[in-house]
C-alpha cells in the first residue's frame, strides 16, 4: 500500500458533548475499503452517538454538532443530515424497522427511489405522476437481494414476514443503492434466529468482498471475533482499545467493556446476604409484552428486606419485570406476594398490595407534571389508601387535609433534599435529578411493602445519583422495605444492592452477590443475548 | 396456566379465516339483512326500486370516490370534501346568474370551482398537517367553520360585491341569494346526455362514463410515483419521512384533490338533483358519503371501489325503502326519516369502534404468541429433560 492511499473512512479526534455532559472524548479510528470492524461497548458507552455523528443524524446539528473531523476517501465530510450521507455513500440500519408495513419487499427496498416511466400526465403535472416502473423494481431488488446472499421473498408483505425477514429487507434496501461504500449494522442480529444470524455473518464476509465497509455493532462477541477484522471497544465515551479480532478473545472483550472500575473495585461494606431471609415475592414462569423489552419465563425470589438490583443489557427484558408485574404491559405467568397470589394486568391491585413502582418514565408515567410537589408526592397515598384526607358526614364527604399533604412533603423535600422555591411548585419546573426525587418521595408515600425502581438515575447528573441512591438505601435499611432495583448500570447495582440477577434474552441469566466481580457480571450479561 | 385471573389465557382462541372475513364484512352484511327484510314490507315495485338505485348510484358514486384519496394517505375518513361541495355549489350559483346552461354551464361551473377548491384543500391539508391523527374530527370541526364564511360569501357578499344580476336567484333585499336556486336549465343534463332505456330502467350513461373515467384515474393514479408516496405516507408517516418523502406535501396534495373532486361531484350531484338548497345540500353530504363508504365496508384506513358501489347501492336501498317500511310497519312515515338519520350515525360509530378494537386485537394477539412461545419452549424443555 503506497504512502497516499487514503483510507475509506477516518475519524481524527471526535468530541461530542451533550449540554456540557462529555459523552464522546478523542476517538480516532481509520478503517480501510472492505474491512469489517466490530465496534462493541456497553449501553452508554458512546457507540450509537459516534454512529449517529458519521451518519450526520439531525439531534447531532441540533445538539451544537461535534468536534474533530471524518474524512471520506480523504475528503473532509460534514453532514448536516442523514440524506447528505447516503448520497455521499453511507448506509445504516437501525435497530427499529424502518419498513412500511403494508408494503412488499420490494417496494420497501426501492421506498422513495423507484424506477418510473413518464407519461403525458407527468409531463404535465409534474414527475411524481410518473408511473412505477414494476418490472424494473422487481429486477433491481432481487439484485439487492442476490448482493445480500440470503433469499428473501420479495413480494411477501412486510407484516407478514419473520422478524428475521424484515431485518434482510433493511439490509437489501441499504445493498441497493449502487454508491454504498459504509455500511454500518447497529445490532443487526438481536432480533435473528442463530440460523438467520449466521447466514447474516455469511453477507457480511460477502459484502466485505466486494469492497464495501462494514461497522458492525453487536453483543454477541462470538459473532465479532468470526466476521470482523478489526475490534473496537467503547467504554464511557473512549476508544479504550482497538485491536485485530484475530488477537483477541471473548474474555478480554469482555474485561475492556465492563472493565472501569478494576482499579477502584468500589469497595463494599454494607452488603447483607440472609440466606435465612423469608421469601416475601415469588415470581414464577413471568412473560411480559413490552414493546423492546420482552420478558420471557422468569422465575425469580425475592428475600424480605433485601435489595435486589436488576441488571443487564439494553432490550434484554429487565425493564420489561417490573411494569409487567405492576400491570402497564400485557404480562403472564404467577406472582406470589407473602402467600398471597397478585393478579397481573391490574395496577390497582398491585397498589393494593403495598407494592409501589418508581417508573423509568418519569415524566410520562411517573409526574403530574403541571401539578404542585404537595400533589405529586400525596396523590398516589389519598388515592390508593385514602390518606392525606378528612372524613366528614361519616366519610360520605371527603376533604383533602392540606396540612398534612404539606407536612409530608415538606418532609420529603428536606429529606432528599430537593432543590425547590416551595411544596407549591410545578413538577415541570424541577431539573431531572429533582424530578427524580420527587418521584421517590411519592414512593416512599405509599409506605410500601416491596418498592420497585426503574432506572433511578438515568439522565440525572452524578451529585444527585448518589444522593437518589443512598435515599434508596436508607429508605431499605432503615424502614426494612423491600427494594427491587432495575438499571443499566451495573457499577450503580453493585454499590448499592445486595444481590444482582442479570437478565438476558428475556430470561434470568444468573444471580449473583453485589460483591461479585464486574467481569463475572459482564459475562452474565452477555451469555444468552439476543 | 395456574393463574385464574390472568386474561390471556388459552380460553381465547386464534380466530379463524371465516370468521375474519365475517368481522370484516359485518356492517355490509348488516345493511344486506336490512335491506332484505324492509324490501319486501315496503312493497315497491322492483322497476321503481331499480331505477332509484340507478339514479342514485349517478348522483353520489363521484361524491363518495373523491374520499378514497385521503384514506389512501392515511388521513382517514374525511370531512374536507364538504369544502369542495361548498366550492361547487358556488360555481353552479354564478353559473346559473350568468344564464349559461346545460353542460357547458356545467362545465363552467367546474372550472370556477377548482380553484376555489384547492386553496380550501391547501388550507385544509395545512391544518390537518397540525392535528395528525385527529383528521376526522378536526375536518369536521372546520367544515362548520368554512360553511360560515360560504354564509358570509353568499348571504352578504353575492350581490353588493360579487355582481348578481338575476333577481330569480336574489334575495328581496338586493343582496344574498335565495334559499333555493333552481337548476331548471341545466337539470339532468349529463344524465339524459346519453340515456337508454333497458325495460323500464333510465340509465344515465354520460354520467356513468364520467364515473368510470374517474375510477380509472383512480386505479392509474396508485400506480403513480405519487400514489405510491401516499400509500407509503398513510401506513407510516415516520418511515416516509426517513425515505425522504415530503410527508407534509403529500398529505396537502392528496386532500387537494378530493376537494377538487368533491367539487366536481357535487356539480353532478346538483344538476341530478335540478336545484341548490344554497343553506343547505353540503350540510349533510360529507357525513352521508362516508356512511355509504363504510356500509360498503370500507374502513378507517382502507377502503376501495368495490366499497364505493356496493355502498352506494345499500345505503340508497335502505334510504329508499326505509320510510316506506316504517310507514307500512308504524302508520307513520317520519320514522323512515329519522332512521335514515339515525342509521347514517349509528354506521360511523361502529366503523369507529370497529377500527379501534382491531387495533387493540392486533396488540393482544402478539402476547398470545409470546405465551405460545414460551409454553412450547418449556415443553421442549420438558422432553428434553425425559430423554
Redesign the interface.
Known amino acids: 500500500m503506497d504512502n497516499n492511499h487514503a483510507p475509506l473512512l477516518e475519524m481524527r479526534n471526535i468530541k461530542k458533548d451533550f449540554f456540557g455532559n462529555q459523552v464522546l472524548e478523542d476517538i480516532n479510528l481509520k478503517l480501510e475499503a472492505g474491512e469489517v470492524l466490530g465496534l462493541v461497548g456497553e449501553n452508554g458507552a458512546g457507540k450509537s452517538t459516534l454512529m449517529k455523528i458519521l451518519f450526520g443524524a439531525t439531534d447531532i446539528s441540533e445538539t451544537g454538532g461535534y468536534g474533530g473531523e471524518i474524512y471520506l476517501n480523504g475528503e473532509k465530510v460534514s453532514f448536516k443530515t442523514?440524506?447528505e450521507a447516503i448520497e455521499a455513500g453511507i448506509g445504516m440500519v437501525h435497530q427499529e424497522f424502518?419498513?412500511?408495513?403494508?408494503?412488499e419487499a420490494t417496494?420497501n427496498i426501492l421506498?422513495?427511489?423507484?424506477p418510473?416511466r413518464s407519461n403525458l400526465i407527468?409531463e404535465v403535472f409534474g414527475?411524481?405522476?410518473?408511473?412505477?416502473d414494476r418490472k424494473e423494481m422487481d429486477e433491481r431488488a432481487a439484485k439487492a437481494i442476490e448482493k445480500m446472499g440470503v433469499s428473501i421473498d420479495q413480494h411477501m408483505l412486510i407484516n407478514s414476514m419473520p422478524v428475521g425477514h424484515k431485518q434482510f429487507t433493511e439490509i437489501a434496501r441499504e445493498l441497493s443503492k449502487d454508491q454504498l461504500r459504509l455500511l454500518i449494522l447497529d445490532e443487526p442480529t438481536a432480533v435473528l434466529t442463530e440460523r438467520e444470524a449466521e447466514a447474516l455473518l455469511e453477507s457480511i464476509r460477502g459484502m466485505s468482498a466486494r469492497g464495501i465497509t462494514v461497522i458492525f455493532i453487536t453483543h454477541r462477541l462470538q459473532e465479532i471475533l468470526s466476521v470482523c477484522d478489526k475490534v473496537a471497544v467503547m467504554r464511557d465515551g473512549i476508544l479504550v482499545q482497538e485491536v485485530p479480532a484475530s488477537e483477541t478473545n471473548v474474555d478480554e472483550i469482555t474485561r475492556w467493556m465492563v472493565g472501569r472500575s478494576i482499579e477502584g473495585g468500589a469497595s463494599k461494606t454494607d452488603v447483607r446476604i440472609d440466606e435465612n431471609a423469608r421469601t416475601i415475592l415469588k415470581i414464577d414462569?413471568l412473560?411480559v409484552?413490552m414493546p423492546g423489552e420482552?420478558v420471557?419465563?422468569v422465575s425469580l425470589e425475592v428475600k424480605e428486606g433485601e435489595i435486589l438490583g436488576i441488571g443487564g443489557l439494553a432490550g434484554q427484558g429487565k425493564l420489561g419485570i417490573p411494569n409487567g408485574i405492576m400491570g402497564l404491559y400485557?404480562a403472564?405467568?404467577?406472582v406470589v406476594f407473602d402467600g398471597k397470589?397478585i393478579?397481573?394486568?391490574?395496577p390497582r391491585k398491585c397498589l393494593d398490595s403495598s407494592f409501589a413502582f418508581v417508573s423509568e418514565d418519569r415524566r410520562g408515567v411517573g409526574l403530574l407534571l403541571d401539578e404542585s410537589l404537595e400533589w405529586n408526592v400525596a396523590f398516589p397515598a389519598m388515592q390508593v389508601q385514602n390518606r392525606f384526607l378528612k372524613n366528614y358526614l361519616g366519610g360520605l364527604v371527603k376533604w383533602r387535609d392540606e396540612k398534612a399533604i404539606r407536612e409530608v412533603t415538606e418532609k420529603y423535600i428536606d429529606e432528599l433534599k430537593i432543590k425547590c422555591t416551595s411544596s407549591k411548585q410545578n413538577a415541570r419546573e424541577l431539573s431531572g435529578g429533582n424530578q427524580q426525587k420527587v418521584c421517590l418521595a411519592k414512593a416512599f408515600a405509599l409506605e410500601p411493602k416491596v418498592l420497585f425502581v426503574s432506572e433511578p438515575t438515568r439522565g440525572i447528573d452524578v451529585g444527585a445519583k448518589a444522593l437518589v441512591l443512598d435515599a434508596l438505601k436508607k429508605f431499605n435499611r432503615e424502614s426494612g422495605v423491600t427494594v427491587v432495583m432495575i438499571s443499566s448500570e451495573l457499577e450503580e447495582l453493585r454499590s448499592t444492592a445486595d444481590r444482582i440477577a442479570i437478565v438476558s434474552g428475556g430470561k434470568i441469566s444468573g444471580i449473583l452477590p453485589a460483591t461479585s466481580s464486574v467481569e463475572d457480571l459482564g459475562m452474565l450479561m452477555l451469555r444468552g443475548v439476543i | 396456566m395456574k393463574a385464574g385471573s390472568n386474561k390471556y389465557t388459552t380460553s381465547e382462541k386464534k380466530p379463524t379465516a371465516i370468521g375474519m372475513i365475517l368481522r370484516q364484512a359485518s356492517v355490509p352484511l348488516m345493511f344486506i339483512i336490512i335491506c332484505a327484510f324492509c324490501i319486501p314490507i315496503a312493497g315497491l315495485s322492483p322497476s321503481y326500486l331499480a331505477n332509484e338505485i340507478v339514479t342514485r348510484m349517478g348522483r353520489n358514486s363521484f361524491l363518495i370516490l373523491s374520499l378514497l384519496i385521503p384514506i389512501m394517505a392515511g388521513m382517514g375518513l374525511n370531512f374536507g370534501m364538504t369544502l369542495g361541495a361548498m366550492a361547487g355549489e358556488i360555481g353552479l350559483i354564478l353559473v346559473s346568474d350568468w344564464q349559461i346552461v346545460g353542460i357547458p354551464g356545467m362545465v363552467l361551473a367546474a372550472i370556477i370551482s377548482i380553484p376555489i377548491s384547492i386553496l380550501l384543500g391547501i388550507f385544509c391539508g395545512k391544518i390537518l398537517n397540525k392535528a395528525k391523527g385527529r383528521e376526522m374530527i378536526t375536518s369536521y370541526i372546520m367544515s362548520f367553520f368554512i360553511n360560515g364564511i360560504y354564509q358570509l360569501v353568499v348571504l352578504y357578499l353575492m350581490g353588493s360585491v360579487i355582481p348578481i344580476k338575476h333577481s330569480s336567484i336574489k334575495l328581496p333585499r338586493g343582496y344574498g341569494i335565495r334559499n333555493t336556486v333552481s337548476l331548471l336549465r341545466m337539470r339532468q343534463k349529463l344524465d339524459n346526455l346519453i340515456a337508454i332505456n333497458v325495460s323500464g330502467i333510465k340509465i344515465p350513461v354520460m354520467t356513468f362514463i364520467i364515473i368510470g373515467i374517474l375510477c380509472l384515474f383512480i386505479i392509474w393514479f396508485r400506480k403513480t410515483k405519487l400514489g405510491q408516496d401516499m400509500r407509503a405516507v398513510g401506513q407510516d408517516m415516520e418511515v416516509a419521512r426517513d425515505a425522504g418523502i415530503d410527508v407534509e406535501r403529500t398529505r396537502i396534495i392528496s386532500i387537494v384533490m378530493s376537494t377538487v373532486l368533491a367539487g366536481i361531484g357535487m356539480i353532478i350531484y346538483l344538476q341530478n338533483m335540478g336545484n341548490i338548497a344554497t343553506y343547505s345540500s353540503h350540510s349533510q353530504i360529507g357525513m352521508f358519503c362516508i356512511a355509504a363508504l363504510l356500509v360498503g365496508g370500507a374502513s378507517v384506513d382502507r377502503a376501495s371501489i368495490g366499497n364505493v358501489f356496493l355502498g352506494v347501492i345499500l345505503f340508497h336501498t335502505m334510504f329508499i325503502v326505509a320510510p316506506r317500511a316504517g310507514a307500512y310497519i308504524t302508520g307513520d312515515s317520519m320514522i323512515g326519516e329519522y332512521f335514515r338519520v339515525f342509521v347514517s350515525y349509528a354506521v360511523i360509530t361502529v366503523a369507529l369502534v370497529m377500527y379501534e378494537t382491531n387495533k387493540r386485537r392486533a396488540k393482544s394477539e402478539s402476547s398470545r404468541e409470546l405465551r405460545a412461545q414460551q409454553d412450547a419452549d418449556e415443553a421442549r424443555a420438558a422432553g428434553k429433560g425425559n430423554v
Open positions: 442523514p440524506f424502518s419498513l412500511i408495513p403494508g408494503f417496494e421506498l422513495n427511489r423507484e418510473k407527468a414527475e411524481r405522476l410518473d408511473t412505477l414462569k412473560w409484552d420482552t420471557r419465563n400485557a403472564g405467568g404467577s397470589e393478579p397481573l394486568n391490574n
